[in-house]
């Protein structure tokens, strides 16, 4: 069974930067796709970003991969997203995702991944 733990949520101001932490635990982890999503009040999870085991990334936009990197340690089973330029439009719960079926491309829908965390809130203020 992966478990997976986020946190580096917060409250900030526009313009500012976070940095979110996903650590997986179980199975094979440091091989496994993982994905952050974001969902919003009253609105549907949203793909982000997600990241290979080999380090191959995928944005949602172009807006997002101007301002977001993802990255892993397969070392310490961690993958982080670094948010710059914080927007209040980015403001939602973001969830990291595992996908343990050995693909080689990033999944950008929720039924890609098996495994879910439960969650870290992004609160950004104008």
């Known amino acids: 069974q992966v478990q997976l733990v986020e946190s580096g949520g917060g409250l900030v101001q526009a313009g500012s930067s976070l940095r979110l932490s996903c650590t997986a635990s179980g199975g094979t982890s440091n091989t496994y796709v993982i994905g952050w999503f974001h969902q919003a009040p009253g609105k549907e999870r949203e793909f982000v970003a997600g990241i290979t085991w080999s380090g191959g990334a995928t944005y949602s936009t172009d807006s997002v991969k101007g301002r977001f990197t993802i990255s892993r340690d397969n070392f310490k089973n961690t993958v982080y997203l670094q948010m710059n330029s914080l927007e209040p439009e980015d403001t939602a719960v973001y969830y990291c995702?595992?996908?343990?079926?050995?693909?080689?491309?990033?999944?950008?829908?929720?039924?890609?991944?098996?495994?879910w965390g439960q969650g870290t809130q992004v609160t950004v203020s104008s």
């Open positions: 995702a595992a996908d343990a079926s050995a693909r080689t491309y990033v999944p950008t829908t929720q039924t890609g991944y098996a495994y």
